[in-house]
């Protein structure tokens, strides 16, 4: 009896476990999955969000639960904020709007095509909204002073001889803009070049340059008479003294003209200045102001005082986005943006299989038990009926 009720359990619990695991594995399907589900931008700066819907029929709505940190709109719709969707792939755009943090909530309502399984879900989209302002909103020489205007980015100061140091300092318009170059100088005879650089939150950057030209003992602003004088010849200098790019070391080498360098994939324009070596040479940089996905050459044509012209290039490589990493991310650890995403990050998950199969053979490893103990019973029985027969007693003593 007690044989019997322990392979009647362990049967039961079999059952149990194979339905539970052949459940799961019916339950598989394929998964909605997202570009990204953590997304940091800048103060009116927008990005797009792909969403994989190619197996889904039927209704997706969206809405940012701040409205005044992040708006967020399906294109390619109707509604912005709602759309009815046929086995095709989405796109949610989400727009900075101010600094702070923000959801945005994603519905999902109708059913996967392949298998008719329906869904009503949602996924949430968090949503950071970074400074991205590097302007100052004041900018101050001691001793000396200049007239600060944020969009004014090169200043000069002209001091005596017997000023030996200068310091420099400024305030951000945003508190959490970072400022280098600020601080106490020592300052050579004639001209002194300072730089100070600002970067926001998300990486833009500017930089400010101050020009302190410190007087000789003989009251002279510069070595020689190329910034005035009676030397009537124009200078056909037209070589550069400094490229300066905050957050990036561009080392000049005589004779060179080709630089490169590599920003970060955010980065759309360059803050870029270009000092002549000749104070009267005239400087114009040219692409710094798009800088697309891939490689971009920025031009820098510096023109003599006699109109001789050199050009320095520099490429400049951005990067394409994170999505690359994501991919191999996601082929490895799985999608975490994705609904019901499972471990090998394609919607199909292979562990409700293993179950499956592992229920499968304890069911058929139990019956097998029971079978054997049952015949085993059976035999033990008959064994019995015939020492009955045979005039022999269980227990008896031959």
């Known amino acids: ?21 052949f459940g799961n594995a019916f339950a598989v399907r394929p998964a909605i999955s997202f570009s990204s589900t953590n997304i940091d931008i800048g103060v009116n700066k927008s990005e797009r969000i792909d969403v994989d819907t190619t197996d889904f029929n039927g209704d997706i709505s969206v809405y940012s639960s701040d409205n005044s940190v992040a708006s967020a709109r399906l294109l390619n719709c109707d ?14 755009i989400v727009q900075g709007v101010s600094s702070g943090s923000a959801i945005v909530t994603v519905s999902f ?43 004014t980015y090169e200043y000069t100061v002209t001091l005596e001889h017997d000023v030996e140091t200068i310091e420099v300092s400024a305030t951000a318009a945003n508190s959490t803009t970072t400022i280098s170059g600020i601080g106490k100088y020592s300052l050579r005879d004639y001209l002194n070049t300072i730089t100070v650089t600002t970067t926001a939150e998300t990486g833009a ?29 124009k200078s056909n200098d037209n070589k550069l003294a400094d490229i300066l790019i905050p957050g990036y070391d561009i080392k000049l080498e005589d004779g060179v ?21 000749n104070t009267k040479a005239k400087v114009e940089i040219q692409g710094n102001d798009s800088i697309d996905f891939g490689e971009n050459i920025v031009k820098i044509i510096v023109i003599a005082e006699n109109g001789e012209t050199k050009e320095y290039t520099v490429k400049v490589t951005r990067p394409s986005s994170s999505e690359g990493a994501l991919v191999t991310k996601n082929s490895s650890e799985g999608n975490p943006g994705v609904l019901g995403a499972t471990a090998n ?54």
């Open 205 to 233: 950057n500017t930089s400010y340059v101050i020009k302190v030209k410190r007087k000789d003992s003989t009251g002279r602003t510069a070595a020689s008479t190329k910034e005035g004088g009676g030397n009537s010849k």
């Open 79 to 92: 509604s912005p904020s709602s759309c009815t969707v046929r086995n095709k792939s989405s796109i949610i």
């Open 1 to 21: 009896m007690k044989h019997k009720i322990t392979v009647q359990f362990s049967i039961l619990l079999s059952t149990l476990f194979a339905f539970l695991t």
């Open 345 to 398: 990050g394609k919607g199909f998950n292979i562990l409700p299989i293993i179950l499956t199969v592992a229920g499968v053979f304890i069911a058929a490893g139990a019956v097998t038990a029971a079978i054997f103990l049952k015949k085993k019973e059976i035999k033990h029985k008959q064994f019995n009926v015939m020492r009955v027969n045979n005039s022999f007693r269980p227990g008896s003593v031959r």
């Open 109 to 151: 309502t109708g059913y996967i095509s392949s298998q008719g399984v329906r869904i009503n879900e949602t996924q949430n989209i968090n949503i950071t909204i970074q400074n991205n302002d590097p302007a100052l909103s004041s900018l101050q020489v001691s001793p000396g002073s200049i007239n600060f205007d944020k969009n």
């Open 257 to 277: 003209t080709d630089y490169e360098i590599t920003v970060k994939p955010d980065t759309e324009t360059l803050m870029m200045r270009a000092i002549p070596n």
